[in-house]
Each structure stands twice: as structure tokens, then as C-alpha cells.
């Protein structure tokens, strides 16, 4: 996990590690980069935890989620990676739960937990998507586990597609893949890239229900006031994502559906005087433009991995801010 001008959140997540049924693990943490005062906070609240192992590193510059994950991953011992945030209270059977399915199904390439929201100091019964389906236009579709909904989803399922706010895969997977994270995207969309090749890969992604944690959300977005870049990063790295693992003709039929959702986006926030907000959706595609050339190219996707049905129109209506 990655902490970045948030030791208090990282301790706490540790904390709730200490609690795991399941004991055979080790924790890297990874200072991505945090102003010294509260690096060292980080480093003298860890040395008070004393049940679980656990190696903390620190990168003095801050190299986004993709790096800070990259450099971690050297440091890991273990044949089973779990990529996490550090905003996460874990439930006691959330190791356990998570590891099972790698027992029970073949080819599983990584399995995500179920993630409830962690609001006001504690747990809340509000799903948060953890997975689904990867839309022609570049949002997350899922009928089944439908955020937006009523639906309690409790059923384990295989996904297409899973978020990396806590994600398990192994080292041999990650081997397969050659590439984690690619380092250019930084934050955002770098969890469906790793989902998209996972797949192509021929290995299955596994929703767990049973394993359970808790996210508060954006702790590191928020305390560290990016949130005027966050459209530039969805933006950039969703048309990577599908320049990246698009055959190029597949990726001339998809663009045009992916750029008018952007622009239908972009004539929303101009109605609502949003215009930060546009320039940074803007500046996003030019980025993109500027840096196709600059990433890997594996284009082992096809049209087939993307969802070809619409949302209902209160889903896209709220997607329109996010990806």
C-alpha cells in the first residue's frame, strides 16, 4: 500500500490488519513521497504494531499510484500480491476469503473483495463498486453489482473487469503480464489496464463476496488538494487504456463513441458554468495525444471485452463525472 501525506489512514488500515484470521503475510508500505513530518509519523506509528511483518520504504518524490506499486512490488517475498489503498478497514476474514477462490477455480488471474463505503468514523451498509464491465464509451457497467441500485450483491461472480482499490493476483500472473502498471498513467484507469490484460491473458477475474472490507474514499486526493487534476489522469489514461489493448482498426470503430461521451460530458459543465472542469477534460485528450507514443502497445483486446448495452439513464447521468 501507498501512504502519502496520510499516516493516520495507514496506521489505521495496518491496524486492521493486525486482526487477520489468516497470519502468513507481510505488508510493504510505501511513503510516496509525503512531506518528513508525516513520513515520520508513519514510521514511529508502525513500529507500535508488532503482529503483523511489515517493510516500510520511502520514495522522496511522489510517483503517482502506478509508480509508488511498481517500486513496492520489488520488495515482495510472496507468490500471492494484494495491491490495496491505504484508506481500507479489512473485517477479520477479508485475507482468507480473498485468497479462497485461487483454490477452487482454475486460471484465476486476480480476485476483488466486496467494498462497502467507510463514512463518519465507521462502517456503512453502501455498496461500492468493486468491478463489472468496461463500456464502449469508457465507464464501468455492471447489471449485477449495481451501485446505483438497491441490489445487495452477495453472490460470487466472475467480473471482466475489477477496480484496484484492493485487488489480489499473483506473482506469476504479474510475470505473464511483463508490465504492472504502466508508469505514464500515474493514477487512475491503471486497475482496468491491469484487468484488460489480465483477460486477454486468458486468466479470470473473481468477485468475492465474502471477503469484506471497508473504503472511506480519496483520502490522498483530498488531503493533498488534486482534485483540479483528476479529470486530466481519468481523461488521458481511458483513451490509453483503449489505445493500449485496441487492435488500431478496433480502436478507429470504439474512439468515436468514447470522444462524443466526453464531449456530451464537456457541454454539460459548460451549462454549469464548470469551467475548470472542462479545461481539464480537455487538456486530458491533448495528453493524449501527446503520450500514445510514449506507452507499450500489447493490442491483445478486441471489441468483444466491451459492454455494448447502455446504462440506465440515471447511471450515465451519474457517470458523467466520473469515468
Given at each position: 500500500?501507498?501512504s502519502?501525506?496520510?499516516?493516520?489512514?495507514?496506521?489505521?488500515?495496518?491496524?486492521?490488519?493486525?486482526?487477520?484470521?489468516?497470519?502468513?503475510?507481510?505488508?510493504?508500505?510505501?511513503?510516496?513521497?509525503?512531506?518528513?513530518?508525516?513520513?515520520?509519523?508513519?514510521?514511529?506509528?508502525?513500529?507500535?504494531?508488532?503482529?503483523?511483518?511489515?517493510?516500510?520504504?520511502?520514495?522522496?518524490?511522489?510517483?503517482?499510484?502506478?509508480g509508488?506499486?511498481?517500486?513496492?512490488?520489488?520488495?515482495?517475498?510472496?507468490?500471492?500480491?494484494?495491491?490495496?489503498?491505504?484508506?481500507?478497514?479489512?473485517?477479520?476474514?477479508?485475507?482468507?476469503?480473498?485468497?479462497?477462490p485461487?483454490?477452487?477455480?482454475?486460471?484465476?488471474?486476480?480476485?476483488?473483495?466486496?467494498?462497502?463505503?467507510?463514512?463518519?468514523?465507521?462502517?456503512?451498509?453502501?455498496?461500492?463498486?468493486?468491478?463489472?464491465?468496461?463500456?464502449?464509451?469508457?465507464?464501468?457497467?455492471?447489471?449485477?453489482?449495481?451501485?446505483?441500485?438497491?441490489?445487495?450483491?452477495?453472490?460470487?461472480?466472475?467480473?471482466?473487469?475489477?477496480?484496484?482499490?484492493?485487488?489480489?493476483?499473483?506473482?506469476?500472473?504479474?510475470?505473464?503480464?511483463?508490465e504492472?502498471f504502466?508508469?505514464?498513467?500515474?493514477?487512475?484507469?491503471?486497475?482496468?489496464?491491469?484487468?484488460?490484460?489480465?483477460?486477454?491473458?486468458?486468466?479470470?477475474?473473481?468477485?468475492?463476496?465474502?471477503?469484506?472490507?471497508?473504503?472511506?474514499?480519496?483520502?490522498?486526493?483530498?488531503?493533498?488538494?488534486?482534485?483540479?487534476?483528476?479529470?486530466?489522469?481519468?481523461?488521458?489514461?481511458?483513451?490509453?487504456?483503449f489505445?493500449?489493448?485496441?487492435?488500431?482498426?478496433?480502436?478507429?470503430?470504439?474512439?468515436?463513441?468514447?470522444?462524443?461521451?466526453d464531449?456530451?460530458?464537456?457541454?454539460?459543465?459548460?451549462?454549469?458554468?464548470?469551467?475548470?472542469?472542462?479545461?481539464?477534460?480537455?487538456?486530458?485528450?491533448?495528453?493524449?495525444?501527446?503520450?500514445a507514443?510514449?506507452?507499450?502497445?500489447?493490442?491483445?483486446?478486441?471489441?468483444?471485452?466491451?459492454?455494448?448495452?447502455?446504462?440506465?439513464?440515471?447511471?450515465?447521468?451519474?457517470?458523467?463525472?466520473?469515468?
Open positions: 500500500m501507498l502519502w501525506n496520510t499516516s493516520l489512514h495507514t496506521i489505521e488500515c495496518l491496524r486492521s490488519l493486525e486482526k487477520q484470521s489468516f497470519k502468513n503475510f507481510e505488508v510493504v508500505v510505501i511513503d510516496n513521497g509525503s512531506k518528513m513530518e508525516d513520513y515520520l509519523n508513519l514510521r514511529d506509528g508502525m513500529k507500535n504494531i508488532r503482529k503483523i511483518k511489515m517493510l516500510l520504504k520511502r520514495l522522496e518524490k511522489n510517483s503517482g499510484i502506478t509508488g506499486m511498481n517500486f513496492g512490488y520489488r520488495f515482495l517475498k510472496g507468490d500471492y500480491i494484494v495491491f490495496m489503498n491505504n484508506d481500507m478497514i479489512v473485517t477479520k476474514d477479508f485475507l482468507s476469503e480473498i485468497m479462497s485461487f483454490e477452487r477455480y482454475d486460471n484465476v488471474g486476480a480476485v476483488v473483495p466486496m467494498i462497502k463505503s467507510w463514512k463518519n468514523g465507521g462502517p456503512t451498509n453502501e455498496i461500492q463498486l468493486c468491478g463489472g464491465k468496461l463500456t464502449f464509451y469508457g465507464t464501468l457497467l455492471n447489471k449485477e453489482l449495481e451501485k446505483y441500485g438497491r441490489k445487495v450483491y452477495n453472490k460470487e461472480t466472475e467480473l471482466d473487469c475489477a477496480t484496484a482499490g484492493c485487488l489480489v493476483t499473483t506473482r506469476r500472473v504479474l510475470k505473464v503480464m511483463g504492472i504502466p508508469p505514464l498513467y500515474s493514477v487512475y484507469f491503471e486497475d482496468i489496464d491491469l484487468s484488460w490484460r489480465i483477460r486477454n491473458a486468458g486468466f479470470r477475474i473473481i468477485y468475492a463476496p465474502k471477503s469484506l472490507v471497508y473504503h472511506k474514499g480519496s483520502m490522498s486526493t483530498n488531503l493533498n488538494e488534486i482534485p483540479g487534476t483528476r479529470q486530466r489522469f481519468v481523461v488521458r489514461n481511458k483513451y490509453l487504456t489505445w493500449r489493448n485496441l487492435p488500431v482498426l478496433d480502436f478507429i470503430v470504439v474512439f468515436p463513441f468514447v470522444l462524443g461521451f464531449l456530451l460530458r464537456a457541454l454539460k459543465q459548460i451549462l454549469r458554468g464548470r469551467f475548470v472542469f472542462v479545461g481539464s477534460l480537455f487538456r486530458g485528450m491533448g495528453d493524449f495525444v501527446s503520450s507514443g510514449k506507452v507499450k502497445t500489447p493490442r491483445k483486446g478486441s471489441l468483444s471485452y466491451l459492454s455494448w448495452n447502455i446504462e440506465s439513464p440515471r447511471t450515465t447521468i451519474a457517470n458523467w463525472n466520473r469515468r
